[in-house]
């Protein structure tokens, strides 16, 4: 895992923003204090939320913070169902998602259009990993959608040595594989032959041991044994890697925030934990598990 950026010396301090009444489990409206906070979804968050909930316990003994992965698509699930607090999400929920909140909770859960509360917490520049053994140093995200899309299959027509393309790739649940098919496959289907891995960790494991392999990951996962690919926006340009310059400037073309999801405007213990973590402290811990915090306001 990447652990080599900068803290952030200064305070962060970013407010929520109104997003209505709150309901959901283990939450109450009137700013009643919940004794445990249930976060649940996107895997790439799952280390960044669960060293956040270490500290936060730490500090308020009295409190528990639950963790659990599966994927961005199982805390939306939940997050309707009423099965957790927080949806922990690595794309934005869709409208029809959002729906379906207001649907499960009813209409006067919440305030007109305001069926969710999106919280951005953290940046994130999706990380193209090879083999650390691959000469390839570049793609652009035209060659990544060839080789994603099964149009590019050998490794010498993209600066590699010559030998065939292994894809891995996330299940159709996470919020990493949704956002790679909007953003580089252009909402196109995969190939056939991309092997779906069950979280981001299997992807990471399987690229270190294929010196074919390519895989995708939040820039917090990058350990050794593989290594990260330069993305250039167009074929010719030069390629970019996703620091934390690159990343909260934007210049990196695959930069995305990371989210957290509650029914309506969160309250009590789940209200004062999300602006913790947004907070100076809360944002260091981004970058002490390899993202980036979230720009002062």
């Not at 996330?170 to 779906?196: I, P």
Request: charged letters at 20%; proline letters at 5%; aromatic letters at 6%.
């Amino acid at each position: 895992m990447r652990m080599t950026h900068a803290l952030v010396a200064a305070p962060v301090l970013l407010a929520l923003a109104g997003c209505g009444q709150s309901v959901g489990n283990g939450q109450q409206s009137g700013g009643a204090k919940a004794k445990t906070v249930t976060i649940k979804g996107s895997d790439t968050m799952v280390i960044l939320c669960g060293r956040w909930a270490e500290i936060y316990m730490h500090h308020n003994p009295g409190v528990k913070v639950q963790v659990t992965g599966g994927g961005t698509g199982v805390g939306v699930a939940a997050l309707i169902n009423g099965g957790t607090d927080i949806c922990a999400a690595s794309r934005p929920m869709k409208d029809k998602e959002k729906a379906q909140v207001k649907a499960r909770h009813g209409k006067d859960a919440v305030a007109p259009g305001k069926e969710v509360c999106e919280t951005p917490v953290a940046l994130d520049g999706l990380s193209v990993i090879v083999n650390e053994s691959n000469p390839a140093e570049q793609l652009s995200l035209d060659q990544l959608d060839g080789i994603y899309r099964g149009k590019i299959a050998d490794w010498k027509e993209v600066g590699g040595a010559p030998g065939r393309i292994v894809c891995y790739g996330r299940e159709n649940s996470s919020g990493t594989h949704l956002y790679f098919k909007e953003h580089v496959l252009k909402n196109q289907d995969f190939a056939a032959n991309v092997q779906s891995l069950p979280g981001t960790a299997a992807i990471i494991n399987a690229v270190s041991k294929d010196k074919s392999g390519i895989g995708y990951s939040g820039v917090g996962f990058v350990v050794p044994g593989v290594k990260e690919i330069k993305v250039s926006a167009k074929e010719g340009e030069k390629g970019i890697l996703p620091t934390k310059e690159n990343v909260v400037s934007g210049v990196y073309p695959i930069s995305r925030k990371l989210y957290f999801y509650t029914v309506g405007e969160p309250a009590g213990e789940v209200k004062t934990f999300i602006e913790w973590t947004l907070g100076e402290e809360g944002q260091k811990v981004c970058e002490q598990v390899g993202y980036y915090p979230m720009p002062r306001r």
